[in-house]
């Protein structure tokens, strides 16, 4: 079974910045894609961002370019770097991996997720 676990997860300022990793227990070469989301209390998990074997991305529209997803073969990371964190942006971030089979099924890991607070 894939293993996920998510890390960086802190209290921070309006205006600070973080970064989170997401440690996978398998080389992510073999992940179709690798996505972050987050879920704050009583909402839905959104999606975030999402980083493919092609290097392509796509963001959440409203984060306006304050994200960035990246992976780092040699240890299995897939990171999110985060500038700018505003109160809204508080919630507990996931990291999802899916793989597609052969047969073209598709199959879905995920963490445990990491909090990230926002506050003054």
């Known amino acids: 079974q894939v293993q996920l676990v998510e890390s960086g997860g802190d209290l921070v300022q309006p205006g600070g910045s973080l970064k989170l990793a997401c440690a996978a227990s398998d080389n992510i070469f073999r992940f179709t894609a690798m996505s972050w989301y987050r879920q704050a209390p009583g909402k839905e998990r959104q999606f975030v961002a999402v980083?493919?074997?092609?290097?392509?991305?796509n963001y959440l529209g409203s984060l306006n370019g304050r994200f960035t997803i990246s992976r780092d073969d040699a240890r299995n990371t897939v990171n999110l770097e985060m500038s700018d964190l505003k109160p809204e942006d508080t919630a507990v971030y996931y990291c999802?991996?899916?793989?597609?089979?052969?047969?073209?099924?598709?199959?879905?890991?995920w963490g445990q997720g990491t909090q990230v607070t926002v506050s003054s």
């Open positions: 999802k991996a899916l793989v597609l089979t052969e047969s073209g099924d598709g199959l879905v890991y």
């Open positions: 980083i493919r074997t092609n290097n392509s991305t």
